[in-house]
């Protein structure tokens, strides 16, 4: 009954990917049984977590690729390798999470993701010391919860597009993630843009739209 | 008194900005005479009205290029041209100011900047006749109020990377702009980013940023 | 102790229905022992989850014909069969239970519900393939969550009343389904309503109010 | 540079309208010259208020049919009458200019609307004097502020299709019409659809999609 | 370690009261075994579940008169017996919990309280039935989830003072209570009054303020 | 057109009462020269700012007697005395407003009602040597912005009923009265009750309805 | 009618203040003419308007000592002065006002407090220039509107009691403070405390109530 | 892999500290094993239930010094006593669990803090009761949830810094501490500051900032 979107990495790029988290084990095997057939494309789950993941039938387990930290798996492996490199950048442990979904579905989609950790802004020497390595990426993800002060601060540094994935880590006026968003899109950084909270798969995407470009004309055309 | 961020364009690549609702004329005035010396580099001023501009002393005024339109002003001048074009896609003409500020300070920063407007999904025919124009952007910025299904409209149809510039027009749930923010945080479509709500200067600076990778090497590295 | 509203169906129209998800298992138990003598009248029971069920009294369960995904449940049979053909569209499996509590609930009332499921407008393509099926309705309902983008689209596609039923499905912003309600009543598509978040029931009591007029004289009368 | 939507009345049934709170006087001027042709179709303008016209070109306001009550206006009168009576019920006084909005839009789509002004539920009986008027109605609308009471106690006395246009009167946690609207979202009676906050216009637009169901055939499908 | 407020009773009139939900079990045994003495007054314990009681020690048990429906119990009996009758009107069955809260809240007070249940004014004929009974009472508790509409229509039907008190029974804008709360205070009947969501002992608690003016002279004095 | 609920004196004891905010100057003159005729019983007019009044006819000024501190206004006198004695306390003169229109209530409704201001909680000693004379009152009303913290501690100090009227005075998170109005209804006091933000005239008719209560049986009835 | 707190500085060591925005011109006129007499405390007024002022009678104005910039006034002078420093830090000159109520606070009571602006974070090495002087103060004041990542740097650089003032400063989700102010409360950085939206008044009470611990035993008492 | 700020203390008089709850059992154990050498500083662990104790390592938890009433943890011990006295005031024994968290965190950081609970503002009696003792103290911490009226009428009695610490006791309006929070922000009382919901750590960190004053000179220097 399912009519998967199967060419919508043909027609604007993006991966076909499968939400779990609103689902029942039994349409999430019926999606697998539907989707893991030989010939077919790679598929990225999200949102599946190791919980969910025990609950399906075992061959659907056998089939999927898992990864616990992140929630994600893959099905039929990821897709070709494709140029550019990604800094995802995070203020601590507990904001991991949403890191490393954002790192996964890099991979997924052909690409480099380096994980810069413990860099919170309340100890700049910290993020200072690990400047020059996320300089050197085409892309900048911030994955940032409370304050997400990390995101202005990272937004006043390098060149590159900043994406803000607020978290939902923290508790008070921090809890579910409201907080880091609103403050990702007053960043005072100039051309900062903002993802959905906990949205790490969202922000890979978007990295993905943009390194398209490094194939691009890069001639000034005449006015 | 004031110290401004001369070399913030060679720093990280952005332009040198006043955002002018809050302040006073006496702090305009005095920001564009220390500003608006012979050899500095250009500044661009944004929300600064046609009403609060006729309060600025004449001289001010003088040095001014002024658009009512999008309440935006150049001083000393725009950047040089560069690289890339950006498709602005809108609604309709209550999104023209928020649309124009996205132009205004694309063609600040060199860059050309399409103006596609009167699309709304409500009448999908308007925006499929559009959209070889959009489809030969390197970035595309959606501008949009009410329930902003346009972006996500939008994203499902081009590869370009997509920036949401949500709108405060409208009235009830609409008015403010928290809904067309949200729709575009929670859009169905892959890899969309999102501004400020009526921050077309930010959406611009963000399209510039990405712009910058059409320089960059797209060949794919060793892993 | 219960003085349930047995007339209710002469007297508006509408069906005789209990909302089980804030009662106890004894409040269940003595509603069903009343409602389900030998000769009164259908009723209809929302919102018991499987779970739910299992705790009645086994005599109570057995006098109910309950469906899981819907968690919905008939005491009593249904209403007569009456005339009307309503379109129940969801953009995606995870919408599937408001969709189907919907559908359950039209053929309580007797009246046909098709279900056209997997049409997100991120793939405007397979929306289309099915649009000569929604044209076929004499009314819609469209059942989405996230941005609720659906509805606007629904809404400029067909001349028929669009009932939106947004969905509490989704994570971060989308969470508890309040940016779906949102977009659904700022929709830039004219004359959609709106019912309450997850609310698959009362959007088809809506479509019933509205396939009263079926009968109706369609004269024009002397102003 | 206006693409207006000319066919939207074929296309959908709804009428082609302009919103004129966000629109300058200079593009409202703009819009009539373009559409006030000779043989062009009826338009409709909202929200526009007597304020507002007196800001436009006089040739502008001379083509205009103006209500200030409403603030709508018609430009090259209005749709040929269809069958269907709308009753629009409202609490008081207060809330006339939404119900004026809904019954100069139903005039305009050529549908007849009585309006039924001061029937507060705070004193049931004036409501109950003129329940059988409301009852000879094929749809009914209820405006209303405050806690929007009407809308569940109007649901409860009619068969009709009820269309509950919140307002924003009200001062407190009235101010601004949110409760309201989640009142009337959330109302006890079954079957009740909502439009956003103070959007006459939407609810008669609604009440037009549902009247087109009186030429339609009332037989009962085989199943 | 606790200071319990013994004469709460004498110096403002109302019940020495423990609020349950956010105590460990290891400090309601402590509080009840300091307050259980021989000679010692009577002690009200709320939102007690019949859970939380289980994990209590047997002997706090013993002293304990515990009602499950209300989540309310008893230690040391109740006060004497006062002058005054309350009615407690209740839309359903689903907002028993409430309003049981607060006919227990009465009785711990020595006031009768008559529970009046199943009037929603959906359908306004069940409560018209009862209105003879609630017009005797001297003070009436209105309590209602979703719309709170019974509020207001009650506040139009009795001379007696109406305290509404919401709850949280709904889903979606009606979830947690805040539409019924909001409803409640923007009633468009006269005097009425609020308090908190769920409230049911603080209705109570205002409605045995209120009776003490039974005692009190109702002289007209001299201006 | 107006059909005024003159009876709503006797059927519940509440003063008709016209709401002038929403309303226009034409409006308000037609509901004068209609209430206001030679033997037509006494209307409260609020919300009627002297800006506003000045814009009414000379005649419509005439007849209504007009106070500028609470924007109230009485048409054809007052209602016969009657018992009671009211203590409306406000923590200083912003609250002045809100608290003269209690007063002017209830005036208009024949109880006596005394003001008691610049009692803030910040400065106990001032509450406490005004205690003896708000003790005497049947009923209290404490008028309060901010923190409202006013409530608690006169909820803490006296007998009486206690009824909450906050305010909307303040800035930041004070604006609007959303924390006067949830400080009051969360107020530790036990059996405080709350009207809307800013309704002085709620407050007002609040105790009037408890003070129906000071002619009633005070004998204790047999269970 | 007034009673001033006059003793206020004695017992908690906080200035007689009044706050003027929710006041008229009259009462404003009276309480100077109240306590501008010889002999009386110095007075500070907040949210005094040049525009407000200048509709004060000019007696009342001859005696005040007005700052446009913070809307502050004094009468009777300042109090002594006293021991401590004070460094309020802004992003930039669109939060002067607020960061000169906290300046003319101090002033007023006697401290010394330096001003320091346009230190945003999105250009650190602007901040890091001034590291210095603000290290010397006692009290850090960060005046910050936007994101107020300001605080949480700020608060990872210095030892000082960290003290922010939100400001409400912006526009989209900025607008009024909230972003601001949840941000300041959520900041990574520890012991960092917050007062209301705007509130430099109150920041700079804060600081005078710590400058007090500067005469204090610093001996480690005996535990 | 973690990048612990070993020299916080040093740097800015801070202690280290890691937040539990949004971490995995593996990763505290991690984290123990790293930071628990023999010679490391002290840290310390906040938001550790008994419950996610019992999950780590049997190592792990033998190194820790748990608290089950505020889920704290010490490591490596606690630092060097130092001067100063503070007074947490809490309401009730529903807050302990956030005083508690406030009384260990000035026990790690060398500082005496005295619990004084059981004062809430209903029973004004026993906070006066206390108050000698509370002026003793250098700093008060005011721990209250509800409508944290505790804090204005505690900011009205003392000389010393005030810091709210809101918590999220309640229900209804209480529930998430948002009321507690606001109605601090808000409060009457000057100079109070605010830390986030149940951020007992925090306010305990802000007090060991200010007590950071008591070796500084008290001088007054020249303007």
């Given at each position: 009954m399912h009519v998967h979107d199967h060419n919508r990495f043909?027609?604007?790029g993006m991966p076909?990917?499968?939400?779990?988290?609103?689902?029942?084990?039994?349409?999430?095997?019926?999606?697998?049984?539907?989707?893991?057939?030989?010939?077919?494309?790679?598929?990225?789950?999200?949102?599946?977590?190791?919980?969910?993941?025990s609950k399906l039938a075992s061959e659907t387990q056998r089939r999927l690729e898992h990864d616990p930290v992140s929630s994600t798996a893959y099905l039929n492996?990821?897709?070709?390798?494709?140029?550019?490199?990604?800094?995802?950048?995070?203020?601590?442990?507990?904001?991991?999470?949403?890191?490393?979904?954002?790192?996964r579905t890099l991979h997924f989609c052909g690409v480099t993701?380096?994980?810069?950790?413990?860099?919170?802004?309340?100890?700049?020497?910290?993020?200072?010391?690990?400047?020059?390595?996320?300089?050197k990426a085409n892309v900048v993800i911030a994955v940032a919860?409370?304050?997400a002060a990390l995101v202005s601060v990272l937004g006043g540094l390098v060149h590159a597009p900043v994406i803000a994935a607020p978290t939902s880590v923290g508790y008070g006026v921090s809890e579910g993630?409201?907080?880091a968003l609103h403050s990702s899109l007053?960043?005072?950084?100039?051309?900062?843009t903002v993802v959905n909270?906990?949205?790490?798969?969202?922000?890979?995407?978007?990295?993905?739209?943009?390194?398209?470009l490094l194939g691009q004309s890069s001639e000034v055309a005449a006015r």
């Open positions: 043909d027609r604007i076909e990917a499968v939400l779990c988290s609103p689902k029942t084990p039994a349409q999430l095997d019926e999606i697998v049984a539907e989707l893991g057939g030989g010939d077919t494309a790679p598929v990225l789950f999200t949102r599946l977590t190791a919980e969910q993941l492996g990821v897709l070709p390798r494709r140029a550019g490199r990604v800094a995802i950048v995070a203020a601590g442990t507990s904001d991991l999470a949403v890191a490393r979904e954002a790192q993701g380096d994980l810069i950790v413990d860099v919170g802004v309340a100890g700049l020497w910290r993020l200072e010391r690990r400047l020059p390595e996320i300089r919860g409370m304050d993630g409201r907080t007053a960043s005072c950084a100039q051309g900062v909270i906990d949205n790490g798969f969202g922000a890979a995407c978007a990295a993905v739209r943009i390194l398209g």
